[in-house]
């Protein structure tokens, strides 16, 4: 299953190629789809304006890996409902929450806020070069797409010179553990090596989810090969308080191995 919750009709899983145009395409129906089901399961433990990089519950109010914000131009890609935006608005600065799911916006319309909201893919930022001062992404779009260097790329144009661009992923050691919160999902049972995407797809063979993996080691050159330096890696910790699920990720498996992996990253 996608990690993100159950899915209620199920559709075929397998690993095999997704090009950029079907990963995208998979992705804008899947979260249009599902868009509903996951503000409703996450949406509290989100918070409508708190800014939250991953299911550890690392909080930016806390870990302040964006640098002071206030007065800044701020980029949310993969913002879904905008609630990181939000945080962001409340601290002063000036963001734009960008997602490719028209459904996702919708529940950002729903919560409110005065936060522009933009429905784009991340690889075509209709913006011009050099808008913002920081670019910022908690677990949206770059876990999904084929070609993270053509994003990150793009990043950069619309970073000014010196700005930060930091985003959240599924920590890449997942990829070889089975996505399950309990004892089942403690042993290795595929390679981490392989970076094969995880496919979920149709009867007629169309891609409706797609995941793609990168090691860390592959993720590093990424960031560097889309002109940016990495200034730190973070592996939030599983704290004490956070006792809730969310789909793979849970106290059991945090206490282990770390679920997500935040690369905070300046325009070189
Ligand atoms: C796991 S959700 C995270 C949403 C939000 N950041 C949060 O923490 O709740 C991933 C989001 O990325 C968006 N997304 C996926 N692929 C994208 C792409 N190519 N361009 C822009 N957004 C994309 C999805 O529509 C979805 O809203």
């Known amino acids: 299953m996608s990690q993100y919750f159950d899915e ?4 075929e899983a397998t690993r095999r190629d997704a090009g950029d145009a079907e990963s995208t395409r998979a992705s804008r129906g899947w979260w249009d789809r599902n868009a ?7 949406g509290a433990f989100l918070g409508d304006d708190r800014f939250v990089w991953g299911p550890e519950g690392l909080d930016e109010a806390e870990a302040r890996l964006l640098g002071e914000v206030k007065g800044l131009d701020v980029l949310e890609i993969g913002a879904g409902a905008a609630q990181c935006s ?3 608005a409340a601290q002063g600065a000036r963001p734009v ?22 429905e784009a893919d991340a690889g075509a930022l209709p913006f011009r070069t050099a808008s913002f001062d920081v670019v910022c992404s908690a677990y949206g779009a770059v876990p999904f797409v084929a070609d993270p260097v053509a994003v990150f790329r793009e990043v950069r144009r619309v970073l000014r010179p010196g700005g930060r661009w930091v985003f959240s992923v599924t920590h890449p050691i997942r990829w070889a553990f089975p996505d399950e919160p309990g004892p089942e999902g403690l042993s290795v049972a595929a390679s981490y090596f392989d970076r ?5 797809q149709d009867e007629q063979g ?14 590093v050159r990424d960031v560097v090969a889309g002109g940016f330096r990495l ?8 704290p004490a308080w956070n006792s809730q699920e969310w789909g793979g990720w849970s106290p059991l498996r945090g206490n282990l191995i770390p679920g997500t992996a935040i690369f905070v ?3 070189a």
């Open 36 to 42: 509903d089901e996951y503000q409703n399961e996450h």
């Open 86 to 88: 939000r945080w962001l």
């Open 206 to 219: 169309e891609a409706v989810y797609v995941e793609h993996h990168r090691t860390i080691g592959d993720r």
């Open 231 to 238: 200034v730190d890696l973070v592996e939030p910790e599983w």
């Open 8 to 11: 209620h009709s199920e559709p």
């Open 196 to 200: 094969t995407p995880y496919v979920e």
């Open 97 to 118: 929450a960008l997602d490719l799911s028209h459904r996702q916006l919708q529940h950002a319309l729903r919560i409110g806020g005065d936060v522009p909201l933009v």
């Open 265 to 267: 990253c300046e325009r």
